[in-house]
């Protein structure tokens, strides 16, 4: 057993906790049966969703179980939020999302040995209570002061209202804890800061029936300058699914994380030592320009989400892009999603070099990229051009489709040929 409290502290990733010291010794005299939940309010966990994942991962390679649930009933009514009541999805919806997320998280903890993870559904134990049972064995326990006085249905009460069926969201989660102490031994629960309402009222629900329960919440991650973490610049979610953010684009999310920034994210999430850290983190003081914080940061989490196949491949193909590497050994997904991000513009037919830097975007105007060409600076898949007016033959395209474009050092774009 690791002291796990000291090291979830020192990572910054105890925000709440139920009592501080009876967390410390509840974990110390282990192993404890613990749970996490998800709702699957879309197809695809988000990289918001990893400081759960893997503070669940730590918990278990210090030595305890985790009951990692989704949540097939939870999810069909949905955690109130700030700006208004969500949208139901069919029974069918989430049931496959459920599926999906279940899929996501089976890596990340190990489902074998004493300390074997489960997968748990809380629609298995509330899909067979009736109303009435619900309302007589869970909801009498709950004074509607105290539900009232949840900073979220508050907020919404301000706002316009609340319906009944997401103002009893934190019963039903409160009766998963339980339910989980029943059937599983569960006496620990964490999530998000923002769960923190649900959570307690799980605590004092097992509490009123007997059972001795801790729990914590980690903290909202937010970037450095107040903005919210896990979006792109151009505001797209950063998704776990490879087909809806590919491993290319994940692994540069993280290797943009800004300086400001980097401390707080290895900390958080990289399973690095404390001293390995430091170092890293001094090596980036020193030469900053060198982005090895961001570097370890994109490098670690890629390979724990993706592979170390995929990462690989992702780190080849950045380095190949801008003419240190190989581009004709990339494979052809990773050649895509690269110029996807770099910018890729596409034509039925191959136009002149000149033509391609103008369209592409490299260059403001056809005879810009005729200079461009005439000073040594353009490239067509990392080969230096002479010829504005040549016409990039067919069998100069990667996988039959692409082409990369350089100018210069450090500006690149893509063409895919469609036929």
């Known amino acids: 057993m690791t002291d796990i409290v000291a090291d979830l502290q020192w990572r910054g990733l105890i925000k709440d906790s139920t009592d501080p010291d009876e967390l410390a010794k509840h974990l110390a005299n282990g192993p404890v049966t613990f749970y996490v939940g998800f709702d699957p309010t879309g197809p695809s966990l988000h990289i918001g969703h990893l400081v759960q994942i893997l503070t669940a ?49 089976a890596p990340f903890v190990t489902f074998s040995g004493e300390l074997a993870a489960r997968a748990v559904n809380n629609l298995d134990w509330t899909a067979e209570m009736s109303v009435v ?106 998704w776990l699914d490879p087909a809806m953010t590919s491993p290319y684009a994940f692994y540069q999310f993280w290797f943009n994380t800004a300086d400001g920034d980097v401390d707080r994210y290895l900390r958080c999430f990289s399973f690095r030592s404390h001293d390995e850290i430091e170092q890293i983190l001094a090596a980036a003081a020193e030469r900053p320009a060198a982005r090895a914080g961001q570097r370890a940061l994109a490098e670690e989490l890629t390979t724990l989400v993706h592979g170390a196949h995929e990462t690989a491949q992702v780190v080849a193909a950045s380095q190949a892009l801008f003419g240190r590497g190989q581009l004709d050994e990339l494979d052809e997904s990773t050649v895509d999603a690269a110029l996807r991000e770099a910018g890729l513009l596409e034509v039925t037919e191959l136009p002149n070099v000149a033509t391609l830097f103008k369209q592409a975007g490299l260059c403001a105007s056809l005879s810009e990229a005729r200079r461009a060409v005439a000073e040594g600076g353009a490239y067509v898949n990392n080969e230096r051009v002479t010829e504005a007016d040549a016409v990039p033959t067919p069998d100069r395209l990667l996988h039959n489709r692409f082409l990369v474009l350089r100018r210069g050092k450090r500006t690149v774009a893509g063409v895919q040929l469609t036929r």
């Open 57 to 105: 991962r730590r918990l278990q390679q210090a030595g305890h179980r985790p009951l990692v649930l989704v949540g097939g009933a939870t999810g069909l009514i949905g955690d109130p939020k700030d700006a208004g009541e969500r949208t139901l999805n069919s029974p069918e919806v989430v049931a496959g999302w459920v599926d999906r997320l279940q899929g996501q998280l």
């Open 133 to 238: 049972e619900f309302l007589r064995d869970v909801g009498k326990h709950f004074p509607v002061n105290q539900m009232l006085s949840r900073e979220i249905v508050r907020t919404r009460l301000a706002a316009g209202g609340i319906s009944f069926t997401e103002f009893s969201y934190q019963l039903l989660q409160s009766n998963d804890f339980y339910q989980l102490h029943r059937r599983y031994g569960c006496t620990m629960q964490f999530g998000g800061s923002d769960q923190w309402g649900n959570i307690t009222a799980g605590v004092d629900y097992c509490r009123r029936q007997g059972a001795a329960v801790q729990a914590f919440t980690t903290p909202l991650i937010t970037r450095a300058d107040g903005t919210k973490f896990g979006k792109t610049a151009d505001g797209q979610s950063v």
